[in-house]
């Protein structure tokens, strides 16, 4: 579990009707966002964090029983020499394409701990270089199950930025995770559900892809050991290890293979780690040749990626198409972790 996700959302219109949305992610470490002009740049941040948890200096980490309410507040900084008005919403939590919790967008209906939050307030206007304190409680349900459940809390620019010419839409959101603990038994434990191989254009690089989700009630970050053996006796093992897997999930989780693979039969070993070390072996064909791919790096601690699985979309004639790229930053780059269709 991370704390705040910052995102800035860009929406361009493209002479031929299509329309392209790239969400770009900071790492919590990263400075307030700033719109195209400078017009726009706030922060969150809990309001009043446990002094000997410093982990609540970042996101909510309440411990409720089941009935339970707690009430929190999230400190909202405007540094920008402009007023802000920020919408103000709950959001559920979600496991990424490749592990990390993200979050849901303003429009998505709440399924999840998300209905468990309620803020203060709809939206929120603070004055230039100034603060202000949004209380939101939670209300645990009588029902609750013991373990983890995630949600968060967002604020999103409600006047987002649009420049002249090229039509370019600038949304800027920033949520702060919320943690909820609801005591009694229970663990964080993998399932390993398959593998199978996949290039591009499925998957950015040549990768094993392997099915796995958190079947306990507590969230983790397990480490992976795949061995890949196949044809003319070649063998390579590699390791990765996961960001946050949230309780209930399942991601096809693509491992980029360093290696150029002959075509051929090959058995895919796999050990993963939990409460109970997991392990699992099976077997995938590969009809053609690949190419050796450039491993992926592993998204840093608070670098969302996409919920959506990998692929594309085009635009043809005059019908305008939504695609949202998703992915993380890393130095001056955008790192594209998945297209989603909207």
């Known amino acids: 579990m991370t704390g705040v996700r910052r995102s800035r959302r860009t929406i361009a219109k493209l002479g031929i009707g299509g329309v392209i949305g790239a969400c770009l992610v900071a790492t919590l470490g990263a400075p307030a966002f700033a719109a195209a002009g400078g017009t726009t740049t706030f922060s969150v941040r809990p309001a009043n964090p446990d002094p000997n948890d410093p982990l609540t200096r970042a996101y909510f980490r309440p411990v409720l029983t089941p009935g339970a309410t707690g009430d929190e507040a999230v400190t909202v900084d405007n540094t920008g020499a402009q007023p802000v008005e920020l919408y103000v919403y709950p959001v ?46 939670i209300t ?39 943690q909820i603990r609801v005591p009694g038994p229970g663990q964080f434990h993998l399932h390993i559900g398959g593998v199978s191989l996949a290039g591009p254009p499925a998957v950015p690089a040549e990768s094993v892809v392997i099915q796995l989700g958190d079947d306990g009630d507590r969230l983790g970050q397990p480490l992976l050991v795949i061995k890949l053996s196949g044809p003319g006796g070649y ?45 699992y072996t099976g077997t995938v064909q590969l009809t053609t040749a690949s190419r050796a791919s450039v491993p992926a790096t592993t998204p840093q601690s608070g670098s969302p990626p996409a919920t959506a699985p990998a692929g594309g979309a085009t635009a043809r004639g005059h019908h305008a198409h939504h695609v949202a790229l998703e992915g993380y930053m890393k130095g001056n780059v955008f790192h594209v972790i998945s297209v989603r269709t909207l």
């Open 140 to 178: 645990v349900p009588a029902n609750a199950s013991p373990g983890d459940h995630v949600a968060g809390i967002a604020f999103e620019d409600a006047h987002p930025t649009r420049s002249p010419g090229f039509s370019v839409t600038e949304v800027i959101r920033e949520v702060v995770g919320v």
């Open 235 to 279: 063998s390579h093992k590699i390791d990765r290890q996961l960001d946050t897997l949230l309780p209930g999930d399942t991601i096809a989780y693509p491992v980029p293979w360093p290696e150029a693979l002959a075509a051929g039969t090959y058995t895919v070993s796999i050990i993963g780690s939990g409460a109970q070390p997991v392990s």
């Open 92 to 137: 559920d939590g979600l496991t990424g394409a490749t592990s990390g919790t993200v979050y849901g967008n303003r429009t998505d209906p709440l399924i999840r701990a998300g209905v468990w939050l309620t803020a203060g307030t709809k939206s929120v206007t603070i004055g230039a270089h100034q603060e202000q304190v949004v209380p939101f409680r």
